[in-house]
Structures are given as C-alpha cells and as structure tokens.
C-alpha cells in the first residue's frame, strides 16, 4: 500500500529514487503520466491495467472520454526502477508540472503522485481547512 509523503531530490539525469516503501509495489514497472492539480501520476502495473480497463468502457463518442484519453494516454510512459529504485522522470513531464531539482511523493493508497514540493505546500496550505468537509462530503 503507498502511502505516506517523502521529499526526495532530481539528480542531473532527471531520475527520482522511489521511497523503499513504495519500491515493492513498484517491482513490475510503472506508469508515469500527467495528473490532475499540476502533478504527476505513479500507477503499479495492475493499478495501470485496471485503470485501463476502466478508461475502455468509458463511451468513445463522447467528447469529455475523447479529450482525457487522448492527453492521459499521449504523456503515459512506462518506468522500470533500477537496482537502486530510481526511475527516469521524462524531462517532457518534468516541465508540465515545474518538477527541477526536488520532488515530495505523496502516497494515495494504489497510486502515487509526485509534486514541485512548492506547489505541494500551496496546495495542502489552501486545502487543510477543507479536509474535514471533505471526509463529510465522502462518506467518511
């Protein structure tokens, strides 16, 4: 299970070490693509593939499907950790969402995301007053 929330740094190459707590999970590769809120989405493998199943039922003709599946799937990227559990962030990626020279991974149960640690500061500031209502608006 990912969670929890680590700051980790970018080396030269564009490479992020995977927290050793997430590493098992993402033993069989990975999925890297574009998220929503300006971050990046982390998908084990079986994640990825549900998903996927899930995007293909979604029905082709309508204009919302063809607009998210095209972008979601034009930025996808598999990753393959190595010994040391670091993956090669593209640098195409990088830029969309201003990851330079530090990323915060965040935990989200069967995925992860990976923020501009700037960015993850502004949006926990401007959404922990809001975590209350939102665990009420859920269900939980």
């Not at 030269?12 to 999925?31: T, Y």
């Amino acid at each position: 299970m990912l969670v929890g929330s680590l700051q980790r740094a970018v080396d030269a190459k564009g490479r992020i070490i995977l927290p050793r707590e997430f590493r098992s999970d993402f033993e069989g590769g990975l999925m890297v693509t574009k998220g929503l809120d300006n971050c990046l989405l982390l998908y084990p493998m079986r994640e990825w593939e549900n998903l996927v199943g899930r995007i293909d039922e979604m029905p082709s003709g309508s204009e919302s499907t063809r607009r998210f599946t095209r972008l979601f799937f034009a930025n996808a990227h598999h990753l393959m950790p190595d010994g040391q559990g670091r993956v090669l962030v593209p640098p195409r990626l990088r830029e969309m969402v201003g990851i330079k020279n530090e990323v915060v991974i965040v935990g989200l149960s069967n995925k992860a995301e990976v923020w501009e640690p700037e960015r993850w500061s502004i949006y926990t500031s401007e959404n922990e007053e809001h975590y209350e209502q939102s665990a009420s608006d859920i269900g939980v």
